[in-house]
């Protein structure tokens, strides 16, 4: 086998289908290029996908990765150009590396995708409804907080998380034409992680942050492990 | 104008993807480009409508012409709905996002009665008027096509105008006609579009016709009023499958919709003759396309779209004439691509289990037979050639490959149906379990039955039949429940409310406008999602009109009565369904044209059409 990192993106025009849907479109991607790819084995054979993490719904990214395996060893401009010719709207191919898997003689395997991933960087844009000078300050404090708890509630269960001990950098405000802009920095870790739209939603609901929250767009920026692109650990 | 949501509207909805459209493969054109805007439209949730076939061929067929662009427009689901109210956004298109009230034509797939409220609420939404009557020169004209043609007359008031049978060639008739009309001026307006419109073969005004009844209220006729309009409107048919557009690159999902899947149709039209069945009469004759050219189409849709799994469908697929040579073909055109190949609908024989075992390999999910009647008397009566021992055999080979599951249909309410017949439902499934038993030794297996109450339908031989109150469905509902005593057998059956309305609207006239009007008015919509349906609503819609639902759907007409759909027609003669019936009755059997003796239903002459079976060609 043969193994890819893509590093793909998200864009407007399908920012709101799900991480499982992109997922789909994805396989039929490498499907349409003609690409010998691996399937898992089993009575319902899928293609061998693996992603960094998922993203949420309606926002969109200039770095998701991805990880295929090929049946063949393809130079890396074929594989390149057949998938990026096979690609749909809102989806563009940035970089494709293959990735080199440790000597065979260790016994080892390049580390998964999901384990490599340790932080994403993202931009959060939102029209502000009050003073700038108050925004500033709720984020001064939001830095400054020991800690800062949100609440997660989902069909299956109702969850308080610590934000802070996520947060890698102090949250960033700027001013982004009319737009509010804060820059995350955060966390991901094997045992969970917090979500920008739900930081943002915090900070409106504990501290007054006036934005408007439900015009908000998200952006990720970046994923990175071991403080690099995740592109250049393969 | 351009409709742009805002992230706030489509963060608030569930699957916001129904609404964002860049599909790959959807078609985008310039909108000044063309001269000719047409939105197609299921009057249903995306994915319901992004899983119809008919629409996915004239979306294709449209957008190959230069000068016309075909949209896609779904209905709503209830939460966005609610936001387009509130913020005035107006329906749009899903390719340009142009409001619909921006098109030439807004053509509605019409598949089922109960979808009537639907397309009342999408009109509404579009911002155009309800009735036509009512509607302006700049309004598109409303065009209804699919099933329900063959009783247009419930809705006629609402439609400009309707495309009986098959549209693909027509669709292409009426966009030219429609472009040359604008040219020169909009001669006469949209009337004069219409009459012109009407000399079309297949299309049917309903403003143009005269509805008269008589002193005891029942219909007497339906006449023209200007000379463009024809007496009787027979369906278009295709011919030729081979040389007619079909599907080469449609439109891919972002989302999971219902047939989330490639669908490769093998033929139109079914003559097995069962007695209640309207797609029975309506798809007539049977016309098959060629197996080199199915394999052609079968590629161009796998490149186009990277799908791993194909429907092969039809109104019943086993019977196409070449369909093992066939699977053997497109198993070797795509070794290697891990695409998986179904069939929808099994014919009850040992031919179609080893074929079904063939084309699912390992996985083994479930058998769908439908043996429609519990009794050999009640099956020959509605001319279902089907035996117990032909089932039994079926399953049994089934059991023998495997399966562990097997569902089948049937109905209840049908004519001369006794509580015999329903006990007979629970007699077979329970034969079924034994069989399972004695096949493989061991207990363990499913049977599902699901029962439906029978509507009876237009130009069927059945069309005269009254249909069952709905305490008497059910009745026999909990009749056949209690005749159940295997635990491996499992009851489903369906809402007799809402067939009973069903049953009304099917064999209406012009006069039930008022009450789907009135139903939608006040909040009938989706009816068919059982958690939707609005009984009350329905049953007071008749109240307010002065209406009585029981004589649509209970009264069995007679036979020297005028019917308000004989109009519109697929072409099978009044007399065949006559006949039909009366052999129904005799409880005997008609053959299937396809091969055997000729039934003389009428299609072929009236419509100068032939059948085109492939085995039979090469005899």
Redo the contacts between chains.
């Keep these: 086998m043969f193994k890819y990192r893509a590093k793909i993106t998200k864009g407007a025009?399908?920012r709101?289908?799900?991480h499982l849907?992109y997922a789909?479109?994805m396989?039929?991607?490498?499907?349409?290029a003609k690409l010998p790819a691996a399937?898992s084995e089993g009575?319902?054979?899928h293609l061998k996908l693996a992603f960094a993490s998922a993203l949420s719904?309606?926002v969109t990214s200039e770095a998701e990765y991805v990880d295929f395996e090929l049946t063949k060893n393809l130079c890396q401009p074929e594989v390149f150009d057949k998938l990026k010719a096979?690609l749909?709207?809102?989806v563009k191919l940035l970089k494709l590396k293959p990735v080199k898997e440790p000597k065979p003689c260790k016994g080892k395997k390049h580390k998964a995708l999901m384990a490599e991933v340790e932080e994403a960087v993202y931009e959060v844009f939102a029209p502000l409804t009050g003073d700038w000078d108050k925004a500033a300050a709720v984020i001064k404090k939001f830095n400054a907080a020991e800690s800062f708890t949100v609440h997660r509630v989902t069909p299956k269960q109702n969850k308080e998380i610590e934000v802070k001990q996520y947060m890698l950098q102090p949250v960033k405000l700027s001013m982004c034409g009319d737009l509010v802009k804060l820059d995350m920095d955060i966390a991901l870790t094997q045992s969970g992680s917090v979500k920008p739209g739900e930081v943002l939603d915090g900070l409106c609901q504990q501290y007054e942050l006036p934005v408007?929250y439900?015009?908000?767009?998200i952006h990720r920026k970046e994923m990175l492990g071991q403080g690099k692109p995740l592109i250049d650990l393969v | 104008m351009i409709i742009n949501l805002?992230?706030?509207v489509?963060?608030?909805v569930e699957k916001?993807?129904r609404y964002?459209g860049?599909?790959?493969n959807a078609v985008h054109k310039e909108w000044d480009s063309v001269g000719c805007h047409f939105a197609l439209a299921l009057p249903d949730v995306y994915e319901v409508g992004m899983s119809n076939l008919g629409l996915k061929i004239l979306y294709e067929v449209l957008n190959r012409r230069e000068d016309t662009a075909c949209e896609r427009v779904y209905a709503p689901w209830t939460d966005m709905e609610a936001i387009m109210r509130d913020r005035n956004i107006p329906l749009f298109g899903l390719e340009s996002f142009h409001p619909i009230k921006e098109f030439d034509f807004l053509g509605f797939s019409l598949q089922y009665e109960m979808i009537y409220s639907n397309v009342l609420n999408m009109i509404d939404l579009a911002g155009l008027h309800i009735w036509s009557k009512d509607r302006a020169e700049d309004e598109p004209f409303v065009v209804g096509g699919g099933p329900c043609v063959y009783n247009t007359e419930p809705i006629a008031d609402f439609f400009d105008f309707f495309i009986v049978g098959e549209g693909e060639e027509l669709i292409c008739e009426v966009a030219e006609n429609f472009i040359q009309w604008k040219n020169a001026g909009r001669q006469g307006g949209r009337q004069g579009f219409l009459r012109q419109l009407a000399k079309l073969d297949g299309i049917y005004v309903p403003s143009l016709y005269n509805v008269t009844y008589d002193k005891k209220g029942l219909f007497k006729a339906i006449e023209p009023a200007v000379p463009e309009a024809r007496p009787v409107i027979y369906k278009r048919l295709i011919k030729d499958m081979d040389s007619v557009p079909f599907v080469e690159k449609p439109v891919?999902p972002?989302?999971?919709v219902v047939h989330d899947r490639i669908m490769l149709e093998l033929f139109r039209g079914c003559t097995r003759g069962c007695r209640f069945c309207q797609a029975g009469t309506s798809y007539r004759p049977v016309r098959e396309r060629s197996k080199d050219h199915l394999r052609e189409l079968a590629r161009k849709m796998v490149?186009?779209?990277?799908?791993?799994e194909m429907s092969l469908t039809s109104l019943s697929s086993a019977d196409y004439s070449c369909l093992g040579e066939l699977v053997d073909d497109l198993f070797k055109d795509f070794e290697g691509?891990?695409v998986s190949f179904s069939l929808p609908s099994l014919r009850i024989d040992s031919f179609s289990i080893d074929l079904a075992h063939k084309m699912q390999?390992?996985?083994k999910s479930g058998l769908t037979f439908a043996p429609e009647a519990g009794t050999q008397r009640l099956r020959d009566v509605i001319n279902k050639g089907v035996t117990e021992e032909n089932l039994l055999e079926a399953t049994s080979a089934a059991f023998k490959q495997g399966w562990k599951q097997v569902k089948l249909y049937f109905m209840m309410g049908l004519p001369t149906e006794t509580d015999e017949d329903i006990v007979g439902i629970a007699k077979l499934a329970e034969k079924v379990v034994r069989k399972y038993k004695e096949v493989t030794g061991k207990w363990g297996v499913t049977v599902n039955i699901s029962v439906s109450c029978f509507v009876p339908k237009p130009h069927t031989p059945f069309q005269w039949f009254g249909q069952l109150p709905k305490e008497e469905f059910e009745r026999r509902q909990r009749l056949l429940k209690d005749s159940i005593t295997e635990r491996a057998v499992k009851f489903g059956y369906h809402d007799a409310r809402l067939s009973v309305i069903e049953g009304a609207i099917a064999r209406g006239d012009r006069r039930l406008s008022q009450v789907i009007y009135q139903a939608w008015a006040d909040g009938a919509k989706f009816d068919g999602w059982s958690d939707l349906f609005k009984n009350e609503v329905w049953h007071e819609a008749f109240k307010k009109c002065g209406i009585d639902i029981t004589e649509y759907n209970q009264r069995t007409r007679s036979f020297d009565e005028a019917l308000p759909w004989e109009h519109t027609t697929p072409g099978v003669s009044r007399d065949f369904l006559m006949r039909e019936w009366q052999k129904a009755v005799a409880e005997t059997l008609t053959e299937d044209c396809r091969r055997g003796k000729c039934s003389a239903c009428g299609v072929c002459p009236s419509l100068k059409a032939k059948i085109v079976d492939w085995r039979r060609e090469n005899v």
Excluded at chain 1, 27 to 32: L, P, S, Y
Excluded at chain 2, 303 to 308: L, S
Aim: aromatic letters at 8%; charged letters at 30%; proline letters at 7%.
């Design positions: 025009e399908i709101y289908i799900s849907d789909g479109v396989e039929r991607a490498i499907r349409r399937y009575f319902n054979p719904l309606g096979a749909p709207d809102g408007e439900k015009r908000a767009l | 805002e992230p706030e489509l963060q608030a916001p993807a964002t860049h599909e790959l891919l972002y989302i999971g490149d186009a779209t990277g799908y791993n691509e891990k390999q390992v996985r």
